[in-house]
């Protein structure tokens, strides 16, 4: 309800040209997000990983860092779920902690919507999730860090594209994963992540 007030209180888009903030003005900009992984594990002995449903929730921050041209710097936030389904009752859940460092380029895509493509460095911190093995007999579940398990640091490259009306936003993009997630030095395992998120700008 708060949300929805806000968003009836505040000026038109046609006002503010993209919403939250003005291609036009050097501004400041933050952000709520909600949205959906769909995530795997990519590397070696993954042939069986298949795509995991996750949730993102976040906040983000955004500067306008060019006077001359319409380029954004943003920053945030997010809890965000990662991992994957195997073979059986196999699962890996993997949560972290994660900030972008994204470059944003505006332009408008009609009178009413901005298109922002972007991409930049992602820096996780793993904060929880459980694996499930299943042994043949019962199916185990144990913490998915630890000493020849996944590691907690994760650092990726995220890519996408976002269009902002009226101070709603809605974005898609895939974070590729780029440190070896897992504890060992036989083992090669990379988070990759496509996901959706919606969300307002104020």
């Given at each position: 309800?708060t949300?929805v007030?806000?968003?009836?209180?505040t000026?038109?888009?046609?006002?503010y040209?993209s919403?939250?903030?003005?291609?036009?003005e050097?501004t400041?900009y933050?952000g709520?997000?909600?949205?959906?992984?769909?995530s795997?594990i990519?590397?070696?002995e993954?042939s069986?990983?298949?795509?995991?449903?996750?949730?993102?929730?976040?906040g983000?921050?955004?500067?306008r860092?060019?006077?001359?041209?319409?380029?954004?710097m943003e920053?945030?936030?997010?809890?965000?779920?990662?991992g994957?389904?195997g073979?059986?009752k196999?699962?890996?859940?993997l949560?972290?902690?994660?900030?972008?460092?994204l470059i944003?380029?505006?332009?408008m895509?009609?009178d009413?919507i901005?298109l922002?493509?972007?991409?930049?460095?992602?820096?996780g911190l793993?904060?929880?999730g459980?694996?499930?093995i299943?042994?043949?007999?019962?199916?185990?579940s144990e913490?998915?860090?630890?000493s020849?398990k996944?590691?907690?640091?994760?650092?990726?490259i995220?890519?996408g594209?976002?269009a902002?009306?009226?101070?709603?936003?809605?974005?898609?993009g895939?974070?590729f994963g780029?440190?070896?997630?897992y504890?060992?030095?036989k083992?090669?395992?990379?988070?990759?992540?496509?996901?959706?998120n919606?969300?307002?700008?104020?």
């Open positions: 309800m949300v007030a806000v968003l009836f209180a000026p038109s888009f046609a006002q040209n919403g939250g903030f003005s291609l036009d050097s400041v933050y709520a997000r909600i949205g959906m992984n769909l795997t990519t590397g070696n993954t069986d990983m298949k795509m995991k449903a996750g949730l993102t929730l976040g983000v921050i955004g500067l860092i060019s006077d001359d041209t319409p380029i954004f920053s945030g936030l997010y809890y965000t779920q990662y994957a389904n073979d059986g196999n699962e890996v859940n949560n972290y902690f994660e900030i972008p460092v944003k380029y505006g332009f895509a009609t009413d901005a922002l493509p972007y991409i930049g460095p992602t820096f793993g904060v929880g459980r694996m499930k299943d042994t043949g007999n019962d199916v185990e913490s998915s860090f630890g020849d996944f590691n907690r640091a994760n650092v990726g995220k890519i594209c976002g902002e009306w009226n101070k709603l936003y809605l974005e898609v895939y974070h780029v440190t070896n997630i504890d060992s030095d083992i090669t395992r990379h988070n990759g992540n496509l996901f959706a919606f969300g307002v700008n104020f």
